[in-house]
């Protein structure tokens, strides 16, 4: 115990009086300061140094804070004083820290009170670099490890430890961004609290107009979200339903490639499906161009706009639905159906009156998640929007755009989130659990009743259409790359792969002369580093949640999970918002990427890793902990090598999002760190499909890899009777 | 080496533990001798299994004190508890084979790993499944997962071995045997051992000493003949074996006996300090006999239900003080169904039962 907090003290006092205070301009990762002045520069300065030599006294009293716990250090553990102190200590020296990070901004004192108090100040802050956050993490861990000395968690400092690990991290860089889109909102362009302005921006009519009902002008960009999220919802929840019973209840021979089905919306870039539905039905689409060429239909701009979006949607997010939908049919108990037949009811009878109204709760799970999605989906309105506006494109537009207004994109923000967060409440209120107990229960005997016939017809009748349609958009994603210019000239060509992927040999050698290596390399260096770090917390946080008990923990989980419902454009705007200034300054950098990917799919990682653990019997761990292992060892001998599997699947399923993802990083991208998904959206923009589409083939084909690859890597691990868990099914499902 | 036995006593002063407004151990005082199998009896969800979890250290208690030894543990985490625990599901890790499983608990507390095997090979020797090492835990049958787990408890010398319902998992056969392997193994090792079923038939088998739990709280300790044959009160005596309850009077006291009268009969039992007047009375089905026809000082009833089960037979009958389960080991002349018959009792299993 008093090892271990010397050890934080030891490393607390590096992060004090060795490492640099702030930030280093030429990134992270640069060691250049070593040789650059350190320690007496000024850039470069460690904080002792800082107080000394340039006049940065507010650093003093985090010595008094990291020094107090010295005092105590060699009394016994459960003693109240050593947990007191150690409390103390590690709250008030992250108090003092965040105080004067935030108290000194770039233009000197952020508040008037301060001001009036000490005069001008006369210097700025700048961004925290190693010795800031090694300090923090030394004084967070003080902190856990005098909780655990006062006996929570039965006084386990090693999950006392992760818990306050995660819920530092989540604070961080979840709820602390988003709650700046809140300050943004009500602030003018200035900085000046403006809540009339606020209001001005809140109850816009391009928000909430409703022209269109009366006139040619289009609605509000709200009324257009949430008419486009319903619609979507109920299309992919009875297009999903429809593969579901396809799936389960029928004698339908291809079953096994419905599954497949279920891996397109992981590795497709959502955008990719506006695309080619722009291929087939645009104005130079296959279609379109067939229909004049037979019929004589002019071809018109139709599918840009509300039908066009919400074709695309349904084809992207019908397969979650399904994937939604189908552990929900399985679950219905065949003998609950058995016993209705035994009690005369026909097969028509025994569907509407047992069946479906046992499917209702997995029913309502897949039509919000298709709402959430939609509200969510940035990439194909982005693409086929036309003037058709939507919440998450407008929030963009007000960054980037002409305007460049970050209170109304604030603004915009606020009100997508507040729709998406409610049906997110709605679910979690109304659902509860109960739509997980379904897909869990251990199966019933008896065989499923076949549909009735009527039914069976019009499953087939609309499922079977639509996944032709899927296989022939996929089909044009793979071939589109090909052609010299769709719709006008189809002869073959390779120019489109040459221009993006060319390798030269130059004087130096190989040269990468392809215009989409830059970004590549970015995206799958981003997606490498993020992964592991993703699958790390995630996993950690799943730990805590199956096999730990403490007061709050629901609050806990609900905070992990929170980042599904937050759409990835309003973690863009926050992340932009909150850390584009000290103390934590990020924008521009690769870690900003890294952190957003890391927050993003960190549920992903959770749900793999709560699916695997709740298999694995807690009387393991309890057998190892009786057997003298630390929670650690616990961790590192008995858990970690069960949890392989999961662990396996949250990299990959982490990796493949973060090559896959727009909505967020479009905001956060920088000329050093571009990736893929926005470059390929700058080539849509610019008219440039040819290459747009080779390279979102190649994207596909390196994730299809990925999969493939820990498809075989798990199929190999040590196999064993009995305790063989399938690999994650909760981590395709955390899809959102 | 040889695996020793280092046993200690262990202690519960004004023991609670609740889970939210759930109350599973609600202010137990216990002693447990050094050197002794205790049993905690009990139907499923009277605590048994959170006094057991309380001792290892699985569970922190919300108020009272627990000392191993001479040692207060209260707040001790379950890591650095001299204790080990055979589970209810022997939870052997998967992914290990036999003799790591067994190996563990030396390896983790920073033992050679050669010194850790030798050891590991010697408790495997003496759950008798010495040459198993290399095999992984799903290639052992039930009986022999079970004896790994023992042995992976066993070779860390614990002051206190837990069992929890350790035999549930195992065919009735099996049962029997295992559970008299533990009980020779832990008399000639001399453990401390606390062992948690919900079996009373287990419980009498091993037991030094049964502590018999109900509603979080202990009903009744002592031998297991003291349980059987003197039961604290009506669910001691209905839970340790058959009995039935009838309503008795106490006509009067005769120093520490009393005279019993149940219908028609009179009896002199011990009083267990309870006064004149109505009182129940606990009657062990095997302490009743039946014969043909009536018969006088005996209490006239009729045979509803006979059943037959190869050494002893069943019945039910109705009776003056109302209906009796009997047991009668003469097989060879089986009273039929519908007989009237004369009921009378013998002078061991029967007593009083204090309220």
Not at chain 2, 313 to 320: C, G, K, L, P
Request: include cysteine; glycine fraction near 10%.
């Amino acid at each position: 115990m008093t090892r271990v907090i010397g050890l934080w003290l030891a490393l607390g006092a590096v992060g004090y009086a060795i490492l640099p205070w702030y930030a280093i301009e030429d990134g992270f990762w640069s060691f250049l300061w070593l040789v650059d002045g350190w320690p007496q520069d000024r850039d470069y300065a460690p904080a002792i140094v800082q107080i000394t030599a340039h006049g940065r006294v507010w650093l003093a009293p985090l010595l008094l804070f990291l020094a107090a716990p010295l005092a105590v250090i060699r009394r016994e553990r459960g003693d109240r004083v050593l947990a007191a102190t150690l409390i103390a200590a590690g709250a008030g020296g992250l108090g003092w820290l965040l105080l004067q990070g935030f108290a000194i901004g770039i233009r000197g004192w952020e508040f008037a009170t301060f001001e009036a108090l000490f005069g001008p100040l006369g210097d700025r802050q700048f961004g925290m670099g190693y010795g800031a956050l090694v300090l923090a993490a030394c004084f967070l861990f003080l902190v856990t490890q005098g909780l655990a000395a006062r006996g929570a968690v039965n006084g386990d400092g090693f999950v006392v430890g992760a818990i306050g690990l995660v819920i530092a991290l989540v604070t961080a860089f979840i709820l602390f961004p988003v709650s700046r889109i809140l300050v943004s909102a009500l602030r003018d362009n200035d900085g000046a609290l403006a809540p009339g302005l606020f209001l001005d921006k809140i109850t816009d009519r391009t928000i909430w107009g409703i022209d269109c009902l009366y006139g040619a002008l289009s609605c509000g960009a709200a009324w257009n979200s949430l008419i486009l999220a319903l619609l979507t919802g109920a299309g992919t929840t009875l297009l999903g339903l429809a593969f579901a019973l396809i799936a389960t209840r029928t004698r339908f021979r291809a079953k096994r490639l419905l599954r497949v089905l279920t891996v397109l919306p992981i590795i497709t870039p959502p955008f990719v499906i506006g695309l080619s539905v722009i291929l087939l039905f645009g104005r130079s689409g296959a279609v379109s161009q067939f229909l004049d060429w037979s019929l004589g239909i002019e071809p018109t701009r139709w599918i840009y706009g509300l039908p066009g979006i919400w074709f695309a949607q349904m084809l992207a997010f019908t397969p979650i639905a399904f994937l939604v939908l189908i552990g929900v049919v399985e679950g219905v108990s065949p003998s609950m159906e058995e016993a209705a037949q035994t009690l005369r009811a026909d097969a028509w009878k025994t569907f509407t009156t047992v069946s479906l109204p046992l499917m209702r709760p997995g029913l309502a799970n897949a039509f919000l998640i298709g709402f959430i999605e939609s509200m969510a989906d940035f990439g194909n309105p982005l693409v086929l929007g036309g003037n058709f506006d939507v919440l998450s494109t407008e929030i963009f537009f007000a960054i980037v755009g002409a305007q460049h207004d970050q209170g109304r994109a604030a603004v915009l923000a606020l009100v997508l989130l507040t729709f998406t967060l409610s049906a997110f409440f709605a679910q979690r209120r109304w659902l509860g659990r109960r739509s997980y107990a379904t897909m869990t229960g251990k199966g019933d005997a008896g065989i499923p009743v076949a549909l009735p016939s009527r039914l069976n017809w019009l499953v087939y009748g609309t499922a079977l259409p639509w996944a032709l349609l899927t296989a022939i958009i996929y089909c044009m994603i793979m071939f589109g790359g090909f052609v010299e210019i769709w719709g006008r000239d189809h002869s073959f060509t390779l120019r489109h792969y040459a221009e993006a992927f060319s390798i030269t040999t130059g004087a130096g050698g190989l040269v990468w002369s392809g215009a989409a290596w830059n970004s590549f390399w970015t995206t799958i260096t981003i997606a490498t580093v993020a992964a592991p770090l993703t699958a790390a917390i995630g996993l950690l946080t799943a730990y805590v949640l199956v096999r730990q008990r403490f007061a709050g923990k629901d609050a806990f989980e609900f905070g992990t999970m929170l980042s599904f419902a937050i759409p990835g454009t309003v973690i863009g705007v926050s992340y932009i918002l909150a850390f584009n200034v000290p103390p934590i300054e990020l924008t521009g950098t690769g870690a900003i990427l890294v952190l957003c990917f890391i927050f993003r799919n960190m549920p992903v990682g959770v749900r793999a890793g709560i699916a695997a653990m709740s298999q694995i019997d807690s009387s393991l761990d309890e057998a190892s902990l009786t057997l003298g292992a630390g929670s650690f060892a616990t961790v590192r001998r008995v858990v970690l090598p069960l949890l392989r599997p999961a662990i396996v699947a949250a990299l990959v399923f982490s990796f493949v999002r973060a090559m896959t993802a727009i909505s967020a990083v479009i905001f956060l991208v920088s000329a050093n760190y571009d990736m893929a998904t926005s470059y390929i959206i700058g080539r849509v923009e610019n008219g440039d499909y040819g290459l747009a589409i080779s390279y979102s083939s190649i994207l596909i084909l390196v994730m299809l890899a990925a999969i493939s690859l820990v498809q075989l890597t798990v199929g190999q691990r040590r196999v064993f009777r009995g305790a063989e868990g399938s690999p994650a099914p909760g981590a395709a499902r955390g899809v959102a | 080496m040889t695996i020793a036995g280092r046993a200690a006593t262990v202690t519960f002063e004004r023991v609670t533990k609740s889970f939210g407004d759930v109350v599973a151990v609600q202010e137990i005082d216990l002693t447990i001798e050094a050197g002794c199998l205790v049993t905690l009896l009990g139907p499923s969800g009277c605590g048994k299994t959170t006094t057991l979890r309380l001792i290892a250290g699985l569970e922190m208690p919300t108020s009272g004190r627990i000392l191993i030894g001479d040692e207060d543990v209260t707040r001790l985490p379950v890591t650095q508890r001299d204790v080990s625990m055979v589970f209810q599901s022997y939870a052997l890790f998967p992914h290990m084979t036999v003799l790591e499983n067994v190996a563990y608990g030396l390896v983790v507390s920073g033992r050679p790993k050669a010194e850790a095997h030798a050891a590991a090979e010697e408790g495997l020797e003496q759950v008798g499944l010495s040459g198993f090492g290399k095999r992984l835990p799903s290639e052992l049958s039930g009986g022999q997962q079970q004896r790994v787990a023992v042995a992976r408890a066993l070779v860390l010398e614990p002051q206190v071995l837990l069992f929890d319902e350790p035999l549930s998992n195992l065919d009735a056969k099996l049962r029997r045997r295992v559970r008299e392997e533990i009980r020779e193994l832990q008399q000639s090792l001399g453990l401390t051992t606390v062992y948690v079923t919900h079996d009373q038939e287990e419980a009498l088998a091993v037991s030094d000493r049964i502590i018999v739990m109900r509603n979080a709280m202990i009903a009744q300790e002592g031998s297991p003949r003291d349980l059987y044959d003197t039961p604290a009160d009506r669910f001691v005596a209905d839970f340790i074996g058959d009995a039935n309850l009838v309503h008795a009077e106490i006509a009067g006291l005769e120093g520490d006996d009393a005279v019993v009268r149940v219908g028609g009969l009179e009896l002199r039992l011990p009083s267990r300090g309870l006064k004149p007047g109505g009182a129940e009375l606990a009657i062990r089905p095997e302490a009743i006999a039946l014969a043909a026809g009536s018969a006088d000082g005996a209490i006239p009833g009729t045979v509803t239900k006979a059943t037959y089960l190869g050494n002893h037979v069943e019945y039910m009958v109705q009776s003056a003080v109302g209906e009796l389960f009997v047991v009668d080991g003469r097989v060879d002349a089986p009273i039929a169904a519908g007989t009237e018959v004369s009921v009378t009792l013998a002078r061991r299993g029967v007593t009083l039962v204090p309220e």
